[in-house]
């Protein structure tokens, strides 16, 4: 069974840090994209950082310098750091998987995990 699960969110402050991490189980992530992702309450989902299978990566403008995305084939992981956590950070993460090299596109993604609440609160 195909599975990818989120752990790792919480309350912090401004200018806090936080690390996700994103278990893939039932299938070898080292042929994936991995993405994640967030959604605030009201607003559309958008991803934040994505890396690809050859582990290039690329991010949102709003997270630039402040987070990073990082994968280990070997324990079929992935993780999202993130740093200088704002206000506005707050929001459900999620990670999916894209099959190929490239990150592409929201709407290529699938097998999306249940997702882990990041608060950011002073």
């Known amino acids: 069974q195909v599975q990818l699960v989120e752990s790792g969110g919480g309350l912090v402050q401004p200018g806090g840090s936080l690390r996700l991490s994103c278990a893939a189980s039932?299938?070898?992530?080292?042929?994936?994209?991995i993405g994640w992702f967030r959604q605030a309450p009201g607003k559309e989902r958008e991803r934040v950082a994505c890396?690809?299978?050859?582990?290039?990566?690329n991010y949102a403008d709003s997270v630039k310098g402040r987070f990073t995305i990082s994968r280990d084939n070997a324990m079929n992981r992935s993780w999202l750091q993130m740093n200088s956590l704002k206000l506005e950070d707050t929001a459900v993460y999620y990670c999916?998987?894209?099959?190929?090299?490239?990150?592409?596109?929201?709407?290529?993604?699938?097998?999306w995990g249940q997702g882990t609440q990041v608060t950011v609160s002073s």
């Open positions: 999916a998987r894209q099959f190929g090299t490239t990150c592409s596109a929201t709407t290529a993604f699938g097998s």
């Open positions: 039932g299938f070898g992530l080292q042929y994936w994209n």
């Open positions: 890396i690809s299978s050859s582990g290039s990566t």
